[in-house]
């Protein structure tokens, strides 16, 4: 251990192997068989049941709780996966708090709900741990379908889209395939590789090949996959970030949030990763959190985020909110980000507080400077790079109810794709509910 | 301060809540730690005949259902009658009357259905000081094979007959205990009066098999491969016991015979429900067994409280409340009118009450968009379902109509008590001219 947590600037190897491990285990343990058991049993198994209608991929949650409690985790498993294959991951990263577990009527009954999550996670576990993939294709249809994107939307359609006997090939502008769910999701989130695992085990119903390193618009055009296929599903992602708009934000030690916690996931060394002293996230969403969190986790001594609007108004959620704190984080909400200051590397940012008025935020022209010497923009993501044939919608490409876009044979899902909120679980909804209707397309005129 | 002194066939005890005849009164040791506790009485578990004791299994005694949280809904055993040897028993018995003088120490018996055995077995009991026999009729499993037990208490006239026989070699109380393994309970009560016992208890357990080993296609408890029915007890047996209790308090054949009531009493509030049905005391087993004997403790400051509440000064003045308004189905009010009424400040929105009355039921409960959940005054028949199936207690409860008030359902006003005796649906009733 080379530093400590008083190290000035941007180091390394601030806190031993033994507290790196301790900080990056999972976030929530999972359920042993008998803790289970003991939360299946507090679901009521509510007619047309709330939590349902929640989940953006609407997975029948009373009926899976009630086959854990009786002591069939692999049937569970199944009504998970049949509307969401990527269940497993789901269950680690929904935030339930805002989705299933917000509705649940335990919560409106005692303010403790069923933990859906958890029991998600412990069917999901069962089965795949089990190694055992419990859906085969149908007869093949002879039609190819290409998929850009080996993220939850994409990796969803593909699953899919084998399913129905079609022959999917997988495109990835990463080497590796898992989108977000490999490079964008906080480590304790997703411990032991799970996301790698997860589309392993989603591989094994054959008939998708996959193909990574390779990007829409340089070793592919959306043209050349018209002519190559019978269809194609686009769920790239967002690859560009929004710029600070502050001065001076090209300063060195000024870095993407997304690309921190990508190179956090993707390290096999966790003492071996530099991080700030004083940490400063401009931002308020869920990727904001997962940088701050993990920056106080490799040992930063202080971390904060700044928010230009209040607590409310906030996209990460009350619960995240809480994590951040409770991990040592500082909240600092309604400060917009003036000026990042630095002689050639960053040495502070300089907030102005705002103020909302008449439904417009404004600064109030009191300053405040955080001292930092790393700051992390976790100010929202782009599409970058969408193809000149499709028609856009507030920046993504446009989509229908279920994924076509403006141009026949194309779809387009996840955060790409107009519509939705740029949740894992609306992606894989996304991505198997285009993958229905490019199937009714292909096998319309047969 | 309530009294909960209780004085039962002349017994007195300082609480009415005793140990059942079973495995936690089986020996000295677990009898003196039941007295430390509070018990204020037990039934020793059943002795048999001088002689090689019987033999239990050595597999699996005890087979359970479970409620959710893996609360222990009933439980059923084939456990037989003590298996340590008569004269152990006794010097046991001795002993712990001596110490515990104020305690109701009553001793169960089983024997075989001949006089001599009964004649032998008497006079060793009474020797200990005992105050009383309670005549085992009932154990439906392993001795009733055996032509004792259920065997016994199956046939009226075997009961009258060794009922009798007691009476005429014993001083000290008889109470016969009676099997619930029959089809009406009132035949066997009234042969126990018949043969001049004391009292009766009830019920002992009831033939069961609580569930099967789906891998080895056995009952429960299995033993080596196989099991056999055994009698169940707990909570889940408390309504049948119930309803046994008041069949025989309202028959008029043994409205005066005293009742220890057995049968599933795990709280305060189950015994002073089997008390108000008649029952003098009550006898406990599943809930020591589930949860220690310590259980007694909540029952009796939750009786004494309750007594407070009511005004009660004795258990004398509740015991039999309830009797006389257990009825028959044909003398109940036809024109008492009741409504489901949802209070919405309650409702969790889970809809369960939805999905009972619209499918199962008569479609008396509205569900709106933003899931509110509302009766439907002309269709509801005021079954109760919705009550029963709701998570939130007293969220859903019944509306009585006033006299006069029209009932949505039929368009009719509410008239005054009716019943089906005067029902001119009843075939039976022959027309006032």
């Known amino acids: ?446 | 301060m309530a009294d909960l002194t209780s004085t039962f066939v002349g017994i007195k005890s300082p609480n009415p809540f005793w140990l059942a005849s079973a495995p936690p009164t089986d020996k000295e040791y677990n009898v003196r730690r039941a007295f430390e506790a509070g018990w204020g009485g037990v039934v020793w578990k059943t002795l048999g005949s001088e002689g090689p004791p019987v033999v239990n299994v050595n597999g699996p005694r005890y087979g359970a259902i479970f409620g959710a949280d893996r609360r222990l809904l009933g439980l059923n055993n084939i456990e037989l009658i003590t298996d340590r040897p008569l004269q152990t028993n006794l010097r046991e018995i001795k002993a712990v009357k001596r110490d515990y003088p104020d305690r109701a120490v009553v001793v169960s018996l089983m024997v075989p259905c001949e006089e001599d055995a009964w004649k032998a077995i008497l006079p060793v009991v009474e020797e200990t000081g005992a105050d009383g026999v309670e005549l085992n009729f009932g154990c439906p499993h392993g001795m009733a094979e055996r032509g004792m037990g259920s065997a016994v208490g199956q046939v009226p006239e075997y009961i009258e007959m060794v009922t009798r026989w007691c009476k005429q070699n014993t001083r000290m109380p008889v109470i016969v205990k009676l099997t619930p393994n029959i089809t009406d309970i009132r035949k066997p009560a009234e042969a126990a009066k018949r043969g001049g016992a004391d009292a009766v208890s009830l019920i002992n357990t009831i033939n069961s098999i609580t569930s099967v080993d789906l891998d080895a296609m056995s009952p429960e408890p299995m033993i080596d491969g196989k099991g056999t029915h055994g009698g169940y007890c707990g909570p889940a047996v408390k309504p049948i016991a119930m309803n046994m209790v008041a069949e025989i308090a309202r028959n008029a054949e043994t409205a005066d015979v005293p009742i220890s009531g057995i049968g599933g009493i795990t709280t305060w509030r189950d015994a002073a429900e089997f008390m108000a049905l008649g029952a003098g005391n009550v006898q406990v087993c599943t809930a020591a067994m589930t949860y220690g004997f310590k259980v007694v403790q909540e029952m009796i400051s939750g009786l004494s409280q309750w007594m407070d509440e009511k005004g009660y000064e004795s258990t004398a003045d509740f015991v039999g409340k309830a009797t006389p308004n257990v009825t028959d189905w044909q003398y109940l009010n036809l024109n008492h009118v009741t409504k489901a009424v949802i209070n919405q400040d309650d409702c969790i929105k889970c809809g369960r009450c939805y999905a009972a009355c619209e499918d199962t039921s008569h479609q008396a409960i509205l569900m709106s968009e933003d899931r509110v959940f509302t009766v439907d005054d002309s269709e509801c028949v005021a079954c109760n379902l919705c009550v029963n199936v709701c998570p939130v207690e007293n969220c859903i409860t019944m509306k009585t109509l006033e006299k006069g008030e029209v009932d949505e359902r039929t368009g009719e006003k509410v008239g005054d008590y009716s019943n089906w005796t005067e029902h001119p649906n009843n075939p039976a009733v022959v027309a006032a001219e």
């Open chain 1, 1 to 446: 251990m080379p530093n400590s947590q008083f190290t000035p600037g941007i180091a390394s190897g601030r806190l031993s192997d033994t507290e790196l491990k301790e900080n990056f285990a999972d976030l929530h343990a999972p359920l042993e068989a008998h803790e289970a058991l003991v939360a299946a049993d507090r679901c009521y198994f509510c007619h047309d049941a709330p939590c349902m209608t929640a989940c953006p991929s609407s997975i029948d949650i009373p009926l899976f709780i009630r086959q854990i409690a009786t002591g069939t985790p692999e049937a569970a498993a199944q009504t998970i996966f049949d509307q969401n294959i990527l269940g497993g991951m789901c269950a680690r990263v929904c935030p339930t708090e805002t989705l299933c577990e917000e509705v649940c009527v335990r919560e409106t009954a005692e303010g403790k709900p069923v933990e859906i999550g958890r029991l998600q996670r412990y069917a999901t576990d069962t089965v795949m741990e089990s190694g055992k993939h419990p859906y085969t294709r149908a007869d093949a249809t002879g039609k190819k379908v290409a998929v850009v994107g080996a993220g939850p939307a994409g990796l969803s359609a593909a699953h899919r889209l084998a399913m129905k006997g079609h022959d999917v090939t997988v495109y990835d502008a990463r080497k590796k395939a898992g989108g977000l769910n490999e490079f964008g999701i906080a480590a304790y989130k997703s411990v032991d590789s799970f996301a790698e695992r997860e589309v392993e085990w989603l591989l094994k119903i054959g008939g998708i090949t996959l193909e990574t390193g390779k990007a829409l618009g340089k070793d592919f055009t959306l043209a050349s996959l018209q002519d190559e296929f019978d269809a194609v599903f686009l769920g790239m992602g967002l690859g560009g970030v929004n710029a600070l708009r502050a001065e001076g934000e090209d300063k060195s030690g000024v870095a993407d949030a997304v690309d921190f916690i990508s190179e956090l996931r993707q390290s096999n060394d966790l003492s071996s990763l530099s991080v700030g002293r004083n940490v400063v996230v401009i931002g308020g969403g869920m990727t904001a959190v997962d940088a701050a969190v993990q920056s106080k986790l490799l040992g930063a001594q202080n971390v904060t985020i700044a928010y230009r609007r209040d607590k409310g108004a906030m996209g990460a959620s009350q619960y995240e909110q809480e994590l951040a704190t409770a991990k040592g984080v500082r909240i600092l909400y309604n400060a917009a980000p003036k000026k990042v200051i630095g002689n050639g590397a960053v040495e502070g940012v300089e907030f102005e507080y705002t103020t909302t008025e008449g439904g417009k935020l404004k600064g109030t022209g009191e300053t405040v400077t955080l001292e930092a010497d790393q700051v992390f923009k976790a100010i929202g993501q782009t599409l970058s790079g969408a193809p000149e044939e499709l028609a856009m919608d507030g920046g993504k490409i446009a989509v229908s109810e279920v994924g076509a876009t403006s141009v026949t044979g194309i779809w387009a899902g996840g955060d790409c794709a107009s519509g939705g909120d740029d949740l894992t679980v609306t992606a894989v909804a996304e991505g198997r509910d285009a993958a229905e209707d490019i199937h009714s397309y292909l096998m319309g005129g047969a």
